[in-house]
């Protein structure tokens, strides 16, 4: 088998390298699953820089989530030729990898690269609507980095709920495929964000939900109504988020932070599981579906991750250990 990984925290395409070993054994209770899509997330190579909320043990393998395909079982619980999700976190930029049975999430048949997004930034989109304040139809939200993946993802949903969506971007080319994606405006970030929005939508939002930080943070502070609340779940300016005191002290906002791990941590299996297949119905109808700009061999890991960290991109980066057109589907058996 293959792995992605690094020894040391830093560049992610500078400390990531990719080794061969043996297979391990299986124990009583695991499955083995080869490894058929992981995407590339801003968490991942933010992990890899030892910048993110943990740090796993060194040597560490990188990939947070993916989708394989059970390809041996010892135990019971799961059948040979399955498609599954990853479990979060399992270092998941690998030809194969073992798993605990339970920690598998089963899936129908269907598209690989949209299925294989499911577990992180699907998720993270559902709950950053549903966790913090009570959308009804007709309100109005804004988000940061709206053309990444879970920006896209919020379009999607919030639409589906008749909410309007004020998202900002870095450049104007970013624009038409948000509002093709169903967003009510787009903006470029800038000083004046604020004041924008308000001629141009002549709302205040209920809601702002920002993975940038930096002094986007504050900007999206400022279009809030009084008591509104700002959800930060990422920084990718790689800066403090920065807010002045008059919003917080005189308008009553409320900041708050979102990590999926800390759900995962506190919501039931079947709460897990329920989100899950709402999520995979929406991407078997169409309802969710983001761009894909490019495939990469996990042997090119360091070439992914430069080309995705560059931004300008058309979609989302993935990495595809057995090549794009195979399903893998195994004859495996079982022990």
């Not at 943990?54 to 498609?83: H, K, W």
């Not at 939900?209 to 999206?220: I, N, P």
């Not at 700002?230 to 005191?245: E, K």
Request: net charge neutral; proline share 5%.
């Amino acid at each position: 088998m293959k792995r992605a990984i690094y020894r040391e925290f830093g560049n992610p395409v500078k400390v990531l390298e990719v080794v061969e070993e043996d297979s391990p054994a299986l124990s009583e209770g695991q499955a083995r699953i080869a490894v058929l899509r992981s995407p590339i997330n801003p968490s991942d190579y933010i992990q890899i820089a030892g910048e993110y909320g943990v740090r796993p043990p060194l040597p560490a393998t990188a990939g947070n989530e993916g989708l394989g395909r059970v390809t041996e079982v010892n135990g019971q619980g799961i059948a040979v030729g399955q498609l599954v999700l990853l479990p979060p976190g399992a270092g998941c930029w690998v030809s194969e990898t073992t798993a605990d049975i339970r920690q598998l999430v089963p899936l129908p048949e269907g598209d690989l690269d949209q299925l294989s997004m499911l577990m992180v930034n699907p998720a993270t989109a559902h709950l950053l609507l549903t966790e913090y304040v009570d959308l009804k139809e007709g309100d109005w939200i804004i988000q940061s980095a709206a053309n990444s993946g879970v920006g896209h993802y919020v379009v999607q949903l919030a639409k589906a709920r008749g909410i309007n969506v004020a998202c900002v971007v870095r450049r104007d080319s970013a624009a038409p495929e948000l509002l093709a994606a169903g967003a009510t405006e787009v903006f470029v970030d800038g000083p004046d964000l604020a004041r924008e929005v308000r001629k141009r939508t002549g709302a205040k939002m209920k809601l702002a939900l920002d993975a940038v930080a930096g002094e986007t943070f504050g900007r999206l502070a400022e279009t809030l109504e009084d008591g509104g609340t700002l959800v930060n779940y990422g920084a990718m300016s790689m800066q403090n988020a920065q807010i002045a005191a008059g919003p917080l002290i005189f308008r009553d906002i409320r900041v708050r932070g979102f990590w999926l791990v800390h759900w995962f941590g506190r919501a039931s299996r079947a709460e897990r599981m329920g989100v899950y297949a709402d999520l995979t119905r929406a991407v078997a109808t169409g309802a969710l579906h983001v761009p894909i700009d490019r495939h990469f061999a996990l042997e090119d890991v360091r070439e992914a991750v430069a080309y995705t960290m560059k931004g300008g991109r058309a979609g989302k980066v993935l990495i595809a250990p057995h090549g794009v057109g195979s399903g893998m589907a195994s004859r495996r058996r079982r022990r």
